[in-house]
């Protein structure tokens, strides 16, 4: 992670906690999907291994070879990807040319097994523009390099930010990224593969209900099912549709915008937890339920059953 330090956060705790529950709206109306099971309490299943990854940042599934997963440090890091296996294990690493650590925060992989690195933190909340980086997946039981391209450059749209942001997850040719803010997360998202040295707007999809402080996201194959990490909560979103078919709804916003004022307006599942300093999350294929890997910088590696059914098992992204 980067400016605040941990034991700031951890002294923050109280205040981010009252805030989460302050924000949490009324239960879904009628006509969204039964209402889900709680979360588990999540298990300790490994611990990363590599010396190297002293920052565990963001996680996702390899596709190439499954089972395993890719993860990266954040800031003022070299620019390097870094396999592991369920365990923690290393099996592989893969240094992106092209490429810069500024502020690398999430990582996320599109349907034809394309990676996609968030350079979007921000803790200064400078001007900068911020990027997401592609490249296609490399092997992830070999050492070597790959070049990167930006796949967007972009700035929050007019009168929005700049904000710290540390969770990011890719759908359909978009990338949807989530505020870190105390006074409660907000949806954005910038369309990937833009003009080359162009530099977009992300469009503004409004708050994510009931959270606050967050520091990684995901969402399941069927896109119905958006996991968001904090410090001290998992939360699961069980959306009534795709949330693409929720965002081209073109619900009406109150200055008569297209825009959908709230593309999320479901309250979270929430779990509270004690992981640490935890950064990263990710759906873990699986055939029955789906399960979520979540990682903190202590190289602690953690599983809990999100239990969403078999909807959320397919491999792509």
């Keep these: 992670m980067s ?16 805030v989460e529950g302050a924000a949490c709206l009324p239960p879904a109306e009628a006509g969204a999907e039964p ?16 010396p190297a990854v002293g920052e565990s940042s963001g996680i996702v599934p390899s596709r190439r070879c499954p089972g395993l997963f890719w993860t990266h440090n954040d800031s003022g890091n070299p620019p390097t990807l870094y396999a592991i296996d369920a365990d923690g294990k290393s099996t592989g690493q893969c240094r992106l040319q092209g490429a810069r ?12 097994g394309k990676l996609y690195v968030a350079d979007v933190g921000n803790n200064t909340r400078s001007g900068r523009v911020l990027t997401i980086y592609a490249v296609p997946e490399p092997d992830p039981k070999k050492t070597g390099q790959a070049t990167a391209e930006a796949a967007a450059r972009f700035r929050y749209p007019s009168g929005h930010g700049p904000f710290d942001c540390e969770a990011m997850f890719v759908r359909k040719g978009w990338a949807y990224l989530i505020t870190k ?43 119905r099912h958006i996991a968001a990490l904090s410090y001290s ?3 699961v979103y069980d959306l009534p549709a795709p949330l693409e078919e929720l965002v081209e709804a073109g619900a009406t916003g109150p200055s008569g915008s ?20 935890c950064e990263a999350i990710c759906w873990i294929p699986g055939k029955d339920a789906a399960d979520l890997l979540i990682t903190n910088e202590q190289r602690d590696m953690y599983r809990l059953a999100a239990a969403v059914g078999a909807a959320a098992s397919a491999p792509s992204r």
């Design 35 to 50: 209402k889900q099971p709680p979360l588990a309490a999540p298990t300790r299943c490994g611990a990363i291994a590599n």
């Design 181 to 223: 803010e105390v006074a409660g997360a907000r949806l954005y998202r910038v369309r990937l593969a833009g003009a080359p040295g162009g530099i977009a707007r992300a469009e503004a999809l409004g708050p994510l209900p009931g959270a606050a402080w967050i520091t990684a996201a995901d969402i399941a194959p069927d896109g």
């Design 3 to 18: 400016s605040p330090t941990f034991h700031r956060l951890l002294a923050a705790g109280v205040a981010v906690t009252l």
């Design 233 to 235: 909560a998992v939360y």
């Design 258 to 277: 297209t825009r959908p004022a709230e593309a999320i307006r479901q309250s979270p599942r929430k779990r509270a937890v004690r992981l640490g300093q």
């Design 101 to 112: 650590n500024v502020d690398w925060e999430d990582i996320a992989m599109d349907e034809a």
